[in-house]
T-cell receptor, first 115, second 113 residues
Framework: DAGVTQSPTHLIKTRGQQVTLRCSPKSGHDTVSWYQQALGQGPQFIFQYYEEEERQRGNFPDRFSGHQFPNYSSELNVNALLLGDSALYLC??????????????FGPGTRLTVL | DAKTTQPNSMESNEEEPVHLPCNHSTISGTDYIHWYRQLPSQGPEYVIHGLTSNVNNRMASLAIAEDRKSSTLILHRATLRDAAVYYCILRVALGGSQGNLIFGKGTKLSVKP
């Protein structure tokens, strides 16, 4: 049973460019969340997708957008990249409405470097 | 969301028990206590969660204070593979109202051979 997969593993972009990161959830999961983790910090929630809609969003600008496909996979898009967007981007999957007892399964992340 | 407080770092010797504390004095009656850990160069992984009673699973035990204002994650015999950052997180119980995990800086656990 494959866990959460993310691609690419590493990515280098320059300021002003746009980037798309991809995530395939764990088998049987229908909810995908994205997190940004700066060096030495805990992950910060970006947004969550369920039934192809953005269900919840963290404190991130509109430059960060996403999409969920009918097969539950998801993309994270970041426009007009800034140096501060350099981070590890983590995808997590879970099943159904989130709440107190659900468990999120994380992928290994995509390391984005903006030069 | 209620906040948690954890020590920045802890050290342990291999094969000894480890007690990782977490304070959450503003916890509400419906908040679940979750623990995740993040090994080097990996995404976080779920460890355990509980509401009021102590909980055990194959990875660890969770001891919850009677007033629920603190909890302790217990690793019964630390191994080198347990060296990671451990995050204590509170989650509201209402389904669909909170999709995200709110991570602090966690506790960095070092295990010495």
């Amino acid at each position: 049973d494959a866990g959460v997969t993310q691609s690419p593993t590493h990515l280098i972009k320059t300021r002003g460019q746009q980037v798309t990161l991809r995530c395939s959830p764990k088998s049987g999961h229908d909810t995908v969340s994205w997190y940004q983790q700066a060096l030495g910090q805990g992950p910060q929630f970006i947004f969550q997708y369920y039934e192809e809609e953005e269900r919840q969003r963290g404190n991130f600008p509109d430059r960060f957008s996403g999409h969920q496909f009918p097969n539950y996979s998801s993309e994270l898009n970041v426009n007009a990249l800034l140096l501060g967007d350099s981070a590890l981007y983590l995808c997590a999957s879970s099943w159904g409405p989130s709440g107190g007892t659900d468990t999120q399964y994380f992928g290994p992340g995509t390391r984005l470097t903006v030069l | 969301d209620a906040k948690t407080t954890q020590p920045n770092s802890m050290e342990s010797n291999e094969e000894e028990p480890v007690h990782l504390p977490c304070n959450h004095s503003t916890i509400s009656g419906t908040d679940y206590i979750h623990w995740y850990r993040q090994l080097p160069s990996q995404g976080p992984e779920y460890v355990i969660h509980g509401l009021t009673s102590n909980v055990n699973n194959r990875m660890a035990s969770l001891a919850i204070a009677e007033d629920r204002k603190s909890s302790t994650l217990i690793l019964h015999r630390a191994t080198l593979r347990d060296a990671a950052v451990y995050y204590c997180i509170l989650r509201v119980a209402l389904g669909g109202s909170q999709g995200n995990l709110i991570f602090g800086k966690g506790t960095k656990l070092s295990v010495k051979p």
